[in-house]
C-alpha cells in the first residue's frame, strides 16, 4: 500500500512537470512553425494567386484521410500504451510497442501511396471536383511512408512526455519545405501557377522525408526510459508478447481510425462541397475557387495559429490522463483537466478579442484582402467553440473513451455538411460561418457534458470566463484606439507597426492576468 502511495505521488509530481515543460516546448516549436508558415502562405498567395491556393488547399482533405488510416491511431496507440508502461515501470515493452506500430503504419502507408499514385486523376475528378489537382495528388503520394515513420516515434516520445524531439522534429520540417519551395519556385516554376503548385506539394514531401531521418535517428541518440526515475512498478507487471502488443495497438488504433476515417471523410466533403455550393450561389468556378482559397489558405489560417498552444496541451495531456488511470490516480485527472480546460478557455476568449479589434487590418495588411480581414473579424467569435473542444477530445480519449468524441465530431460535422449544402446556395459564405458555429456548439456541449458526468473536475468561472472578458474587453478598447489614431501618422511599416501592437495587446494582458491572479502557478501544483 505505501508503495502505491508512493508511486501515485511520484506520478503526480512527474506528470504534472512534464506536462507543463513539454507543452511549453512544443508551443514554442509551434509558435515558431507557424510564424513561419504564415511568411510561407504569404508567399505562396503572392506567387500562386488565391484561385491555385484554392486548389493547393484541395488537396489536403485526401492527404487527412489517408494519414488518419495508416497514422493517426497507431499514433497515439502508442503514445497511450507507452505511458501506461511507463507507469507500470515495463522498461522491455516499449521498444516492441513502437517497433511494432512502425512496422504496422509504414505497410499501411505504403500500400496508400500505391493506390493514390495510380488512381490519382479519378480522385482529382470524381473526389475533388477539380481535375488539375492529380499532378500534387502523385507528388504527395511519396511522402506517406514517412510520415508514418515520423507518426509512431512522435507517439513514443509522446508517451514519455518529452515533446523536444517531435518539436525539433516540426521546427526541421518547416524550416526545410519552406526553404525547398523558395528555391523550387523561381527555379522551376518560374511564373507558371500549376507548376508552383506542384512545387509547393514537393516542398512537403522533401521536408517530411528529412523530419522522418531526424527522427528515426533520433532513437539512437535520446536517453532510454531504462533510465529514467519512475514509480515502483505494479505487482502484475511483466512482459508483453508481440501478438499481445499487436492486439492492444490494434484494439485502440482500429476504432479510433475508423472513428477519425469518418470524420476526415466528412469534413473533407465539408471543404470540397464549399467551392461547389458557392457555385450555385452564383458565382463563376474561378470565383469560387478564389473565396475558398481566401477563406481556408488565409483567415483560417490566422484563426488557427493560437492552436499551436492548444494543441501542444492536447498531445501531452492524453498520455497523462491515460497513465493516471492506469494507476488509479483520479485525482491528477480531475486537477489536470480543470487546469486545462480554464486555460483553453483563457486563450481562446484572448484569441477572440486580438481578432476582434485587429482582424480586418490583418487581412488588409498582411494579404492585402479586405474579404480575408472581414472573415477574421466574424471568426474570432468562433475562437472559444474551436479551441475547447480540441481539449476536451484529449481528455475523453485519454479515459480511454475515443467512441464518445467521435458520436459527438459525427453529429456536429454532419450538422455543419448539412448547413452547407442547405444554406450557402442562398446566403453564399455566410452560410459556412453558420454551419461552424452550430457544428462546434454541438460538440463542445457534448463533449462538456460527458466530462462533467464522468471526470467532475472543477470549473472557476470568475477565472476562466469573467476576468479574462473584462480584461480582454478593456485592454482592447483602449488599444484599438490608440492604434488606430498612431497608424495613421506613423512612418513605420504598416505591418510591423500591425502586428507590434497585436504584441503589446498580448503583453498587456498577460500582466494584467498575473496581476488579477487569473492565471497562478497554483494551477499547476499539487
Avoid at 471543404?271 to 478564389?290: F, H, T
Avoid at 467521435?406 to 450557402?424: C, D, P, Q, R, T
Avoid at 506613423?490 to 492576468?513: G, N, P, R
Amino acid at each position: 500500500m505505501k508503495i502505491r502511495q508512493a508511486a501515485i505521488a511520484g506520478s503526480r509530481h512527474i506528470s504534472r512537470s512534464n506536462i507543463l515543460r513539454g507543452t511549453l516546448i512544443l508551443t514554442l516549436a509551434g509558435f515558431i512553425t507557424r510564424v513561419i508558415g504564415f511568411l510561407y502562405k504569404i508567399f505562396l498567395s503572392k506567387i500562386m494567386g488565391a484561385e491555385w491556393l484554392g486548389i493547393y488547399q484541395l488537396i489536403f482533405p485526401v492527404y487527412s484521410i489517408a494519414f488518419t488510416i495508416y497514422a493517426t491511431g497507431i499514433q497515439t496507440s502508442v503514445s497511450r500504451l507507452v505511458a501506461a508502461e511507463i507507469g507500470l515501470k515495463n522498461h522491455r515493452n516499449i521498444g516492441r510497442i513502437i517497433r511494432l506500430g512502425m512496422l504496422m503504419s509504414v505497410c499501411a502507408a505504403s500500400v496508400l501511396a500505391i493506390l493514390l499514385y495510380r488512381f490519382s486523376d479519378t480522385v482529382a475528378l470524381r473526389f475533388l471536383l477539380e481535375p488539375r489537382s492529380a499532378s500534387s495528388l502523385r507528388i504527395m503520394a511519396v511522402v506517406f511512408p514517412f510520415c508514418g515513420i515520423t507518426s509512431c516515434i512522435n507517439g513514443y516520445y509522446y508517451g514519455l512526455k518529452k515533446a523536444g524531439i517531435p518539436a525539433s522534429t516540426q521546427l526541421l520540417e518547416q524550416i526545410i519545405r519552406v526553404v525547398s519551395v523558395y528555391i523550387l519556385a523561381y527555379m522551376v516554376g518560374k511564373g507558371d501557377h500549376k507548376v508552383v503548385c506542384e512545387m509547393a506539394v514537393l516542398g512537403l514531401v522533401i521536408g517530411e522525408i528529412a523530419s522522418s531521418i531526424y527522427n528515426f535517428l533520433s532513437l539512437f541518440i535520446t536517453k532510454s526510459p531504462k533510465t529514467m526515475i519512475y514509480p515502483e512498478p505494479a505487482q502484475n507487471a511483466g512482459m508483453l508478447e508481440r501478438k499481445e502488443i499487436v492486439s492492444r495497438i490494434l484494439h485502440f488504433s482500429i476504432p479510433l481510425s475508423v472513428n477519425r476515417l469518418l470524420i476526415n471523410i466528412l469534413h473533407s466533403i465539408e471543404a470540397i462541397l464549399i467551392p461547389a455550393m458557392l457555385r450555385r450561389y452564383g458565382l463563376g468556378n474561378a470565383e469560387a475557387l478564389s473565396t475558398y482559397g481566401t477563406l481556408i489558405g488565409m483567415s483560417i489560417p490566422f484563426i488557427m495559429f493560437p492552436t499551436a498552444l492548444i494543441n501542444s496541451l492536447a498531445v501531452l495531456l492524453l498520455p497523462t490522463v491515460s497513465e493516471a488511470q492506469a494507476m488509479d490516480n483520479d485525482t491528477l485527472i480531475r486537477k489536470t483537466s480543470s487546469a486545462s480546460i480554464k486555460y483553453s478557455l483563457i486563450i481562446g476568449i484572448f484569441s477572440t478579442g486580438v481578432f476582434l479589434l485587429f482582424g480586418r487590418y490583418l487581412g488588409i495588411t498582411i494579404f492585402n484582402s479586405n474579404e480575408a480581414g472581414n472573415y477574421l473579424v466574424i471568426l474570432s467569435w468562433l475562437c472559444p467553440l474551436i479551441y475547447l473542444p480540441i481539449t476536451l477530445g484529449s481528455i475523453i480519449n485519454g479515459l480511454g473513451n475515443a467512441n464518445i468524441t467521435f458520436i459527438n465530431s459525427i453529429i456536429g460535422a454532419v450538422a455543419k455538411i448539412l448547413i452547407i449544402i442547405l444554406v450557402i446556395p442562398y446566403k453564399g459564405i455566410s452560410g459556412y460561418f453558420i454551419s461552424l458555429l452550430v457544428g462546434q456548439l454541438i460538440i463542445t456541449v457534448m463533449d462538456s457534458a460527458y466530462i462533467i458526468k464522468n471526470v467532475r473536475f472543477y470549473f472557476d468561472a470568475v477565472n476562466s470566463l469573467l476576468k479574462p472578458g473584462i480584461i480582454v474587453a478593456m485592454s482592447g478598447f483602449l488599444l484599438e484606439r490608440i492604434y488606430d489614431y498612431l497608424r495613421k501618422i506613423t512612418q513605420i511599416h504598416q505591418a510591423v507597426f500591425l502586428l507590434s501592437f497585436c504584441l503589446l495587446f498580448c503583453v498587456v494582458c498577460m500582466v494584467l492576468f498575473i496581476i488579477t491572479d487569473t492565471i497562478s502557478k497554483s494551477d499547476f501544483k499539487q
